[in-house]
């Protein structure tokens, strides 16, 4: 008989090491939903080659806050990489809502695909604390319990610190040491009693 389903969302995902797919090897990604059907999450802590004033003006935009001009663009897994993906703080209920937003339980955190977000980053407002992705993560029903199963996962209750204020190169070590796990400990090789 299975087991109850599991509820991830908000949780980090953190890849083992010797993950077998190079899209997730050393990864932290942060999942924005998780159910029957399956799950969705944004890898946090791999920048790509593009500042966000770039692909701001890519989509004809300027982005005119300083404190994200130069913020690194991620890249957020291998499903729609041409997509973009922000993950932010709630908006007040007093501010206008996004066209496209997904509200993450549990998290005081949205990820919004629609682009009335950028336009209003690009006009000085909108979301204070932002992480931008190209791209997601996604699994489908089962397949993600599967890659538990197999050891190719930790996870752990995700910190919003880590996300927004952490650099992305450390943000790895920072979510291990959420369990209590020191980096260097971690072998390859997965037990099975």
């Excluded at 059907?37 to 791999?46: M, P, R, S």
């Amino acid at each position: 008989m299975p087991g109850a389903p599991i509820d991830l969302t908000n949780q980090f995902l953190i890849a083992m090491p010797g993950m077998a797919s190079d899209a997730f090897a050393g990864t932290v990604v942060y999942l924005c939903e998780h159910n029957a059907d399956g799950a969705l999450g944004l890898v946090i802590n791999k920048p790509i080659d593009i500042k966000l004033r770039n692909l701001f003006e890519k989509v004809e935009l300027t982005l005119d806050r300083d404190d994200l001009a130069d913020a690194p663009v991620y890249f957020g897994g291998p499903v729609q990489t041409e997509r973009g993906f922000v993950l932010h703080e709630k908006q007040p209920a007093d501010s206008a809502a996004y066209n496209s937003t997904l509200a993450i339980a549990g998290a005081g955190l949205e990820m919004t695909t629609s682009k009335d977000v950028l336009e209003a980053l690009a006009n000085g407002g909108g979301p204070k604390r932002v992480l931008v992705t190209l791209g997601y993560s996604g699994w489908g029903a089962g397949q993600l319990e599967d890659e538990l199963s197999r050891n190719g996962w930790l996870n752990v209750g995700a910190s919003s610190e880590i996300i927004f204020d952490t650099p992305a190169e450390k943000r790895y070590e920072r979510a291990l040491s959420l369990l209590g796990i020191d980096l260097s400990v971690l072998s390859q090789e997965a037990g099975h009693a």
